[in-house]
């Protein structure tokens, strides 16, 4: 059982509590991803990225930041579960994927994803 497992544990009871599994749906789940992710997007807006720096430690802003990272990652337990998917063993597996598409030798201090460098190296 992983922290991930307890916490998607607690969610279900939650809503089981209040019924609301009925409008758990597969779709609307997805929709609520990403809805709560564009609040999170919502925090940056017209922001710089020195500023941001700075509101990290604001109190009110790192509030609203920890809720709206809570709110993705809840929608996205509700997802996994909805879908049969152990996000645990699913992160680790991409995780894993990655390591092989992006080696460091080829990746190190370079942003530019697998397709672009597979283009600008002459592969294909
Ligand atoms: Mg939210």
Redesign the pocket.
């Known amino acids: 059982m992983t922290d991930l497992d307890t916490l998607r544990d607690a969610l279900i009871r939650f809503r089981d509590e209040r019924n609301w599994q009925q409008f758990h749906t597969l779709k609307n789940l997805i929709v609520s991803v990403s809805l709560?992710a564009s609040?999170l997007l919502e925090l940056t807006q017209w922001k710089t990225d020195e500023e941001l720096v700075q509101l990290k430690a604001d109190e009110s802003f790192r509030q609203q930041l920890k809720?709206?990272c809570a709110?993705v990652l809840m929608y996205l337990l509700l997802v996994a579960n909805e879908a049969g998917i152990d996000l645990a063993a699913a992160t680790r597996e991409k995780m894993a994927r990655n390591a092989q598409r992006y080696p460091v030798e080829a990746s190190y201090g370079l942003a530019r994803k697998y397709m672009e460098r597979e283009r600008k190296d002459g592969q294909s």
Do not use: H, V, W
């Open positions: 709560e609040e809720d709206e709110d």
